[in-house]
């Protein structure tokens, strides 16, 4: 019998991962505290309000503005900068399609460049290149936790006179030099999505340390309102993208627990950095010496198939489910989704932009193809496991290595 847990064998992984979300009588209070006060509306309400102010102020922001989701925030950050119809937003290929749809949501026309193939994150070199007249801001993905370099797109933006936007939904208490992410630029986005590092299901806010940043979103975000003047005056184009007390008073009681989990994550990524770089054809997400901290979203790796006998990325996968491991699938290539492949993208643009050639649609994109396809990502509640459980994932991959030979003559059940 093999030792594959695909083909027969006995699984590596018996003891279970940590389960997400993870929850206790703090949560369980704030929520019968919202219920019992009647107040479930954020305007009259003050929890959202406490939620916005300590979540700003841990990551070092003077404001922070609580939205429905991390699209939304994005959606809300254009807006405040005042992004619209024949603008560019400079977008990393390798990243969740909200990067590119809320640029699209204003208008303007996002400009995909490739990442860098040590950490995935926005090429600053390509950035600076697809610099044009019409290029009004970058928004810097922070992928599975780890920063993009900050201190290369900060020269850019500021060279360019360009706004920088860090989207941060993978990155909640990551650190670059010490410092917490979000604040580097014009604004950083959140998500509080059900996978993310903390959550109330959906949500989302902006931090930043702009005054006119923060007024124009607060207003966006709440109707076109304008702080401190009457209820129905509407001064802007405004949505509702105003976050609930409920989500308000969970997101406080899942903060209190941020540091402790992000310190726990960390570590157990650097004890699987050092046990998986012993196995041929693994290659861990470099860690920059500048990120002091990563929040990890993902533990994830590259795959060099050359050394697993050529079995396919979704043959490893499986192989890697079977023993205990659980994964998440990595994103596809932004440029290649179905809306910019059949040209609905047009749709939301206008003028000049909605009928020219985009030709950075047509390039090849080699770092993010390779991301998108061969890179595996293990999702952050694994990271809360204890020292056993960073040991028992090498076994599985050690296991796979030594027998990917025998993986890849195998009839593997749903091969494509």
Known sequence: MSELALLGGKKSKTKPFPLWPQYDETERQAVMQVLESRVWWRTPGTRTLEFEQAFAKYHGAKYGIAVTNGTAAIEVVMAALGIGPGDEVIIPDFTFVATASAVLFA????????????????????????????????????????????????????????????????????????????????????????????????????????????????????????????????????????MSEWQGAVLHAQLSRLDQQTQHRH???????????????????????????????????????????????????????????????????????????????????????????HPFLKQTFPVTQKAAWDAVWIPQPALLGDDEDMHEIAGALTKIHKNATQLRNAPVAGRG
């Not at 400009?111 to 007249?133: G, K, S």
């Not at 929040?295 to 050394?307: K, V």
């Open 107 to 242: 208008g303007a026309m996002p400009v995909m460049v490739d990442v860098t193939a040590d950490t995935h994150c926005i090429d600053p070199d390509l950035v600076e290149a697809a610099i044009t007249p019409r290029t009004r801001a970058i928004i810097a993905v922070h992928m599975g936790g780890h920063p993009a370099d900050l201190d290369r797109l900060r020269e850019i933006t500021s060279k360019h006179k360009l706004a920088l936007v860090e989207d941060s939904s993978h990155a909640h208490s990551t650190e670059w030099r010490n410092r917490r992410i979000g604040t580097f630029g014009s604004a950083g986005t959140f998500s509080f999505q059900s996978s993310k590092l903390m959550t109330s299901g959906e949500g989302g806010i902006i931090i930043t340390n702009d005054d006119q940043v923060e007024r124009m979103a607060r207003s966006v975000h709440d109707c076109g309102r304008m702080p401190g003047e009457w209820f129905y005056s509407h001064y802007i184009y405004g949505s509702n993208y105003r």
């Open 267 to 357: 570590r157990n990524a650097r004890l699987l950095d050092q046990l998986l770089g012993k196995i041929g054809g693994i290659a861990p997400q470099k860690l920059d010496p500048r990120c002091t901290r990563n929040g990890h979203y993902a533990y994830i790796f590259s795959l060099d198939r050359s050394a697993f006998g050529e079995i396919s990325t979704e043959d490893f996968i499986k192989a890697l489910n079977a023993e205990g491991i659980p994964t998440q699938a990595s994103y596809p290539p932004v440029h290649e989704l179905d809306v910019f492949r059949s040209g609905e993208y047009r749709k939301k643009l206008s003028g000049a932009q909605k009928t020219e050639e």
